[in-house]
């Protein structure tokens, strides 16, 4: 195809269009020959999507999402906030529990679901219930010999409360404290460790118990019998009292239960909603959750301080007069998966300001092209840059902005003259050489997105109005358009394969869907919930995302007769 101007390409007209009218057939797996199971390539914590196939067919470069948590000391002393460690995770939901000595925390990961330790000193990370992915609400112990209580659900029974060591590595201990056909929820040890309090829950009550270790694992409930909405409780480090909070009528306050005289008393009277509350170790506060942030009251009630942290559950710094915050950072970045050796690379850098993702390569195998999301005090936007895969060096494709909307889905023809991409709306089409730009719409129309080449550089295939179109092109700058009648999304076309020649993938709402180009009736579903994918340069694998990791299948397709 020659492009010798832009201007020229105002000849491009629309010749025919044609449309198949046929229903998208998902076949069984009787219709489909799979030379392997999927692979899974990727095994980092880190989010992934947009897979992107190199020429040369021995890398894949994907957006990598890094979300951080960094965790802080605020100082209720007026000491300011202090950083004291970070996890490459998100538990910004979920509560966490230090170590007596404070040099690790436990918490649950909401990436990956079980429950972790992390070292503060050897900035490492262990995971604590393997053969438990739905844990939460641990505990850490001082005296007890099994040291964190938790609750947990296996195989969606009811959840539990349940006890293990941190500390033998090899072979950990693990026991159920509770079995009933209520939820237990929210452990929280005695001093001596030889009890837990936790929390009785159904649909429409929560009740506190108690489970004594030296009685026979026996749960005595301890809070009144006609109050049914209790939650939450902590035991104090001085043995004596138990706190939760509590709804009854229109007021969810902190009350607290005496194991001296078994008497109830409430403890928050200025706020209509506390909830969640812990004690400090020196047991002279007690903090809790409220509308307008944490606040903290003495044991008696009396009001000392409000903060403007919003954490889900107040949690003390061990032996310090301060709670521990949270706060999520996200970032992605262009990694490449090197399928030869199993390695990954990071391309382009964390950055405060910027965000990438939806890389595309050049036919050159060196270099990749990728929309940068920048944000700052000033401005922010969406434009294309360039990156080296050896050198990490990047630079913006263009020298401005050349739209003034979102820049999204780049694709580089298979010969890297062209580059089409799209802004939700409307397609573009630059000439690489020197970068003049050209919008489609007069010529393609609107609502057209997700172009994708055709492996010949003549054409391209994208999503318009729940359906695909192919715009071809050849060396008299006519353009003609065929309309696959087909709600699928994300559509790439494959080099030329030996069995079933070029083919179409695309999502569907079950999975990626594959066609051969040429015949709709041969559409098969070949991946349930699958997103993103991308052909081999051969045609014979696809790779694409599921659940935040890449994968690849290798596929024939046997057409009906």
């Known amino acids: 195809m020659c492009l010798n101007k832009i201007t020229s390409l105002f000849l491009f007209i629309i010749t025919a269009v044609y449309f198949w009218g046929c229903d998208l057939k998902f076949q069984d797996s009787a219709s489909q020959v799979f030379n392997e199971l999927p692979i899974q390539l990727t095994t980092s914590t880190r989010l992934k999507s947009d897979p992107a196939w190199s020429p040369d067919g021995s890398k894949i470069a994907f957006s990598s999402l890094i979300r951080t948590t960094q965790m802080s000391r605020f100082s209720l002393e007026g000491k300011g906030t202090i950083s004291f460690f970070e996890i490459e995770d998100d538990s910004i939901d979920s509560n966490f529990t230090f170590s007596p000595d404070g040099r690790q925390v436990c918490y649950r990961s909401l990436n990956r679901g079980h429950l972790w330790i992390y070292d503060f000193d ?70 001596d460790g030889n009890k837990i309090v936790y929390e009785a829950a159904t649909d429409s009550s929560g009740s506190i118990m108690i489970v004594d270790f030296l009685e026979s694992n026996l749960s005595t409930r301890i809070d009144s019998v006609d109050t049914l909405r209790n939650h939450d409780p902590d035991w104090s480090p001085d043995d004596s009292t138990i706190i939760y909070h509590s709804t ?258 695309a999502e569907s709402n079950s999975g990626i869907v594959i066609l051969a180009a040429e015949d709709p009736t041969s559409a098969r579903t070949v991946v349930r919930g699958g997103t993103g994918p991308t052909w081999s340069p051969d045609g014979s694998k696809i790779a694409y995302e599921r659940n935040g990791q890449i994968y690849e299948l290798t596929i024939l397709m046997i057409l009906p007769e």
């Open 248 to 505: 009854r009528g229109d007021t969810t306050a902190i009350w607290a239960f005496s194991l001296n005289d078994f008497t109830e008393t409430k403890i928050t009277k200025n706020t209509l909603d506390a909830t969640r509350p812990a004690w400090s170790p020196d047991g002279t506060r007690i903090a809790y959750k409220t509308p307008d942030g944490l606040s903290t009251a003495s044991p008696t009630g009396e009001s000392v301080s409000l903060t403007p942290l919003s954490e889900p559950y107040p949690v003390w710094v061990p032996g310090q007069n301060s709670l521990a915050t949270r706060t999520i950072t996200e970032n992605s970045i262009i990694e490449v998966f090197s399928l030869e050796n199993a390695s990954t690379t990071e391309v382009t850098a964390v950055s405060k300001y910027f965000n990438d993702y939806e890389p595309a390569w050049f036919p050159d195998n060196k270099t990749i092209t990728f929309v940068r999301h920048f944000e700052d005090a000033a401005e922010f936007g969406e434009t294309l840059w360039l990156v080296e895969y050896s050198s990490g060096l990047a630079q913006p494709l263009f020298e401005e902005s050349i739209i003034e909307t979102s820049v999204n889905n780049p694709a580089i023809s298979p010969d890297g003259s062209l580059l089409v991409f799209d802004d939700g709306d409307r397609i573009f089409l630059t000439l690489t050489a020197d970068k003049t730009t050209l919008d489609l719409s007069p010529f393609v129309g609107f609502d057209v997105r997700e172009p994708s080449w055709s492996p010949a550089g003549n054409g391209f295939i994208c999503h318009s109005r729940n359906r695909l179109k192919i715009f071809k092109t050849d060396s008299s700058l006519v353009v003609e358009a065929r309309q696959l009648p087909f709600n699928l999304r994300n559509p790439v076309w494959s080099n030329a394969h030996s069995v079933f020649g070029e083919s179409i993938a």
């Open 122 to 191: 050897a900035n490492t990370e262990t995971l604590l219930t393997p053969s438990i992915a739905e844990a939460q609400h641990p505990d850490w112990s001082g005296s007890s010999r099994f040291q964190i209580a938790f609750s947990g659900s296996i195989n969606g029974d009811n959840y539990d409360i349940w006890m293990i060591s941190p500390d033998d590595s090899s072979e950990r201990r693990l026991g159920r404290v509770t079995e009933s056909e209520s939820n237990s929820f929210h452990p929280s040890w005695s001093p």
